[in-house]
């Protein structure tokens, strides 16, 4: 053979072996773009596509398809890859850890709040958690990004800003005045003691915030965070004791002053400093504020008949010493779920929310109650209402039927979301806008 036919023989089976690879990608590639689609497809369908409050979006024109986003988050199926690209499938589930944001390498993610079609009252802040008001600051789920993580993480930020501008020349008790002892006040008060801010956390009841309130047997899901004075937090699947006992202690060995049973009624900006005053009466000046007083102090109401009635609550404690009793649950997301399943082993429950599918659900919760759906352990009323509550029975409405219908009941729970402390916010002077997809989280370019 001679040396030409030897070359021609090389170059073809390179070149048959590039085209070879080349088709495998491409094969490949189109069907992790059909399976995407078809995942879009059901996230439509089962009403999970749409975004309800935070959710990231993609540059398309920057993105490389690296799925570095995809590995770094830690829900599933929120990105995807379809022709190349990244692309949203489960924007509603997105919550917002924002390790997609840092893990693009070429920083084609931003964090967007709110959507075109549904808007979100917000307070307004800016990137160093201060409002509108300034020297007084936001932390936590108040501020619009719910979780525990998520708001140990804020809490620190906004302290380690703040202490930055704070000006030891002007007049006051307090360096900083916390308001709301939960996961961001609680972080929020060690950085200040590491910062040397001489520091006081205000709470209107116990220490732990909305975890408090959770049910004794419920599975707190979370993800690693770093408590200022404490260090790496490895937790994934805890408790609630778990999680209020660790505060309880590192805020002990901290000696964070902690002053419990103290409802922070009004915060007053005089000149360069506050004074912060409680229920009680009691005064407390300071040079800057905190206000992480979350969401859920002020639970969401449906204002019907009957929901003044002793049987009526927001919140479920211990439910495995509820035993034997017809229970209504209101609501459609992970608390209302969860409550449902805690509920169902001892009871008849059922479960009303007004939508056609869950919307922003965690996985796991998804799957538990479809299985507890299919059983018969949970008797799910979708597109429904509660219109009525009696001593013995409540009236639901099932949308588009004439008829309400009437269930046997001992018990109602509602879970459907809290409302902002909008008097509170706006007597301090706090602008809240109404966010229809508004980026919180974007790269400078
Ligand atoms: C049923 C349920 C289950 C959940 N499960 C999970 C989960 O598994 N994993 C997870 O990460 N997140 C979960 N969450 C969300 C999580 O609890 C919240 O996002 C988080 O607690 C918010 O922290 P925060 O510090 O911003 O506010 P909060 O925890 O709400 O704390 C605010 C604190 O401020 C206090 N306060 C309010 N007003 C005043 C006032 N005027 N004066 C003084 N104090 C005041 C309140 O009493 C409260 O202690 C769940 C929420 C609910 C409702």
């Keep these: 053979m001679d040396i030409f036919t030897e070359k021609l023989i090389i170059y073809s089976l390179v070149a048959i072996f590039i085209v070879v690879i080349l088709s495998v990608y491409l094969l490949l590639q189109k069907r992790e773009s059909r399976i995407v689609e078809a995942k879009i497809a059901i996230a439509k369908e089962e009403g999970r596509y749409e975004p309800i409050t935070l959710h990231p979006v993609i540059d398309i024109n920057s993105c490389i398809r690296s799925g570095a986003c995809i590995t770094a988050c830690p829900e599933k199926d929120i990105i995807g890859i379809k022709d190349g690209k990244a692309t949203i499938i489960n924007a509603s589930r997105c919550i917002g850890h924002g390790a997609c944001f840092h893990a693009c390498p070429v920083q084609a993610i931003s964090l967007y709040i709110g959507s075109e079609s549904r808007g979100v009252d917000l307070p307004h802040v800016d990137h160093t958690f201060e409002t509108n008001v300034p020297g007084i600051y936001i932390a936590g789920e108040l501020g619009g990004m719910g979780l525990i993580k998520n708001s140990v993480e804020q809490g620190r930020q906004a302290v380690d800003n703040l202490t930055r501008k704070i000006d030891k020349n002007v007049v006051a ?104 005053r409680s229920l009680k009466g009691e005064e407390f000046t300071a040079r800057k504020v905190l206000v992480a007083i979350g969401r859920s102090g002020s639970p969401r109401k449906l204002d019907i008949p009957g929901e003044l009635s002793a ?78 509550i009696e001593d013995h ?9 004439p008829t309400e219908m009437t269930l046997p009941n001992d018990l109602v729970y509602i879970f459907v979301g809290g409302e902002l402390p909008v008097k509170f916010l706006e007597n301090i002077g706090i602008r809240i806008t109404k966010k229809f997809g508004e980026a919180i989280l974007k790269h400078e370019k």
């Design 173 to 276: 008790q307090y360096d900083l005045v916390i308001v709301g002892a939960g996961p961001a006040g609680v972080s929020a008060s060690l950085a200040a003691k590491g910062n040397n801010l001489k520091a006081i956390l205000l709470e209107q009841h116990s220490l732990g915030g909305t975890v408090i309130t959770f049910p004794r047997s419920k599975i707190v899901m979370t993800s690693p965070m770093d408590l200022p004075l404490h260090g790496k937090v490895k937790l994934y699947e805890t408790s609630k004791m778990e999680l209020l006992n660790l505060w309880t202690e590192v805020l002990t060995k901290n000696e964070i002053d902690l002053r419990e049973n103290t409802k922070v009624e009004s915060i007053q900006p005089i000149e360069k400093y506050f004074v912060v």
């Design 311 to 388: 049987k009526v609550a927001y919140r479920l404690l211990e439910p495995e010493l509820i035993k034997d009793k017809n229970i209504v649950i209101v609501g459609g997301g992970d608390s209302a779920i969860e409550s449902a399943l805690l509920l169902a082993d001892q009871n008849k429950v059922t479960l009303s929310y007004r939508g056609e599918t869950f919307g922003r659900l965690k996985s796991k919760n998804s799957e538990k109650i479809r299985e507890a759906v299919e059983e018969n352990r949970i008797n799910l009323l979708f597109r429904s209402n509660l219109t009525f």
């Design 393 to 401: 029975q409540v009236k639901v409405k099932i949308t588009e039927a």
